[in-house]
């Protein structure tokens, strides 16, 4: 009579537990994104958190802020961390000397598309698995496409046209500033647009994509095609660690699953809007002003001691720079 007794017994407990799982309803987590919901790249990590409810059956249920009105661009990493947001959407540059191995990503090494730099930034990752990252759960990182010089007063096409120039920059991109001859000022995104409308700086170091994402088109009038130089910016997507660690195994493989999915997208989404910047760059009268192949070569040479440099100052915090631009190289010619 005991069998029965035990089956029985375990039968209720398990429909206590299945009734107390339905009370508890779904997990619910909250994503910070400092793009403008009109954005692509907004766009993108919306679809993301529709996407991870749909997969999960519901069972996880994601609150989506965009625009910076959970964490303003720079503070969204701490942000995450803090448990402010649970998952978080930004870029690394924001946090200048804080990710050590991951800011090679956005060194000048002359990127030709954002699916190659989105590519090489998701295989550093996974090859160095840096410490740097160890406060959070990356989910993925993505990259735009060639960054390059936009300027309003005078169009550039050489070093010596640089000269006097205060250019907008963020990260690795401002050392290029100012190896190449200007002032770099240090500014997020979202305050571009009015410091170039104000006259704050002459122009700014942007992909093509942000012409028309951002509305920069409005405020510049050349753009350099210094794409020997161009650089990426590297954005991640992180979650709270305590908030990865409390899922279960199956819907962190779900979520993975989807990372990897959307990794790329977010590359495609970014060669795609580059095609759509240069469009709407044209049309409000922009220009583009080529660099010749002798010029093109100065600005590899001027822009070389920021590489040696970034490698110089990580070996300090105990990086193989040397080693990191080396995979990096090798990661952007498999993605090419």
Not at 25 to 38: A, D, E, I, M
Not at 110 to 115: D, L, N, R, S
Not at 183 to 195: G, L
Not at 271 to 300: C, H, I, N, Q, Y
Request: aromatic share 10%; glycine share 8%; with cysteine.
């Amino acid at each position: 009579m005991k069998k029965p007794f035990l089956t029985l017994t375990a039968l209720v407990m398990l429909s206590l537990a299945l009734a107390a799982t339905a009370l508890a309803g779904p997990v619910r987590l909250t994503y910070s994104n400092f793009f403008p919901p009109t954005h692509v790249q907004s766009q993108l990590a919306e679809e993301w958190c529709r996407e991870v409810e749909k997969r999960t059956d519901g069972a996880v249920v994601i609150d989506y802020f965009p625009g910076g009105t959970l964490t303003p661009a720079q503070q969204t990493y701490d942000g995450v961390v803090e448990g402010i947001a649970d998952i978080g959407l930004s870029c690394l540059a924001y946090s200048r000397g804080r990710f050590p191995v991951m800011a090679a990503l956005d060194l000048p090494m002359g990127y030709a598309t954002a699916a190659q730099a989105t590519a090489a930034a998701n295989k550093v990752y996974a090859k160095f698995t840096p410490a740097e990252l160890d406060d959070v759960a990356p989910m993925y990182f993505h990259a735009h496409g060639p960054g390059l010089l936009f300027t309003t007063p005078r169009a550039v096409a050489t070093l010596e046209d640089m000269k006097g120039l205060k250019i907008r920059s963020t990260g690795n991109s401002a050392q290029l500033v100012e190896a190449l001859g200007g002032t770099p000022v240090a500014q997020s995104m979202p305050t571009c647009y009015q410091s170039l409308q104000k006259g704050v700086v002459d122009g700014s170091m942007h992909p093509i994509e942000s012409n028309k994402g951002w509305k920069l088109a409005e405020v510049v009038k050349y753009g350099t095609e210094s794409f020997s130089v161009a650089y990426t910016t590297t954005f991640f997507v992180v979650m709270n660690k305590d908030k990865w660690a409390s899922l279960d195994d199956k819907t962190r493989a779900i979520i993975s699953k989807i990372n990897a999915e959307w990794a790329v997208r977010h590359g495609v989404a970014w060669d795609e809007a580059d095609e759509e910047g240069k469009r709407f760059f044209l049309e409000k009268g922009g220009s583009f002003v080529p660099l010749t192949e002798g010029e093109a070569a100065r600005w590899v040479k001027a822009a070389e001691p920021v590489i040696a440099a970034y490698e110089t100052s990580v070996s300090e915090k105990g990086v193989d720079g040397a080693r990191v631009v080396e995979f990096l190289r090798a990661a952007m010619a498999e993605a090419r």
